[in-house]
């Protein structure tokens, strides 16, 4: 079951049912879908993911999938999960455009790449980034990923894959899990 993790100033809990139409707001908006999966989906193909968060990812305890609040507020959505695209486990995060530019995207990632080694017990931790995307390029750099190797979409695209290992950066643990 994914637990609840606290870091300094967020709240990385199991979402809620109550949760459908922020989580729909926060897919719907171009800024974050742009960098998420294949990019906007339609409000019906969230709905129908938010869905799936609890009729399969949680029901069959498949990965760590968590609405990301602040005071209270849901701001994001961040999960640690296998893919075969890496071979291993890959964190994804998203933050509403409200809380970019406050530090918030690095203390999120940062606390999913320590829960991955901390409470997973990983040697490593992806990710794979829109190769235009440059904030979070900077982000993940910022806390110890290193550049792999690119992917060439079938779209023409690049797609970044990243690895982070234990001990890449000084900053210690700044995740509390519940």
Sequence with gaps: MTPTLRTERLLLAP????????????????????????????????????????????AQ??????????????????EIKPTDVVGGHE??????????GSGLGTELAQAVVDYGFDALGLTEVHATVAA???????????????HIRDISEDDGSTTRV??????????SSLVRQE
């Design 132 to 146: 235009p995307n440059s904030a979070s390029l900077t982000l993940l750099d910022r806390i110890g990923f290193e």
């Design 15 to 58: 979402y809620t049912p109550e949760d459908e139409e922020d989580f729909v707001a926060l897919f719907q908006d171009v800024r974050v879908s742009q960098w998420i999966g294949d990019g906007a989906a339609s409000e019906e193909e969230d709905r129908a993911l938010f869905g799936r968060i609890f009729t399969k990812v949680y």
């Design 91 to 100: 964190i994804v995060y998203a933050l509403a455009p409200a809380a970019w």
């Design 61 to 78: 305890n498949l990965f760590d999938v968590w609405a990301v609040r602040r005071d209270g507020l849901l701001i994001g959505h961040a």
């Design 162 to 171: 990243l690895t982070r290992r234990p001990g890449a950066t000084d900053r």
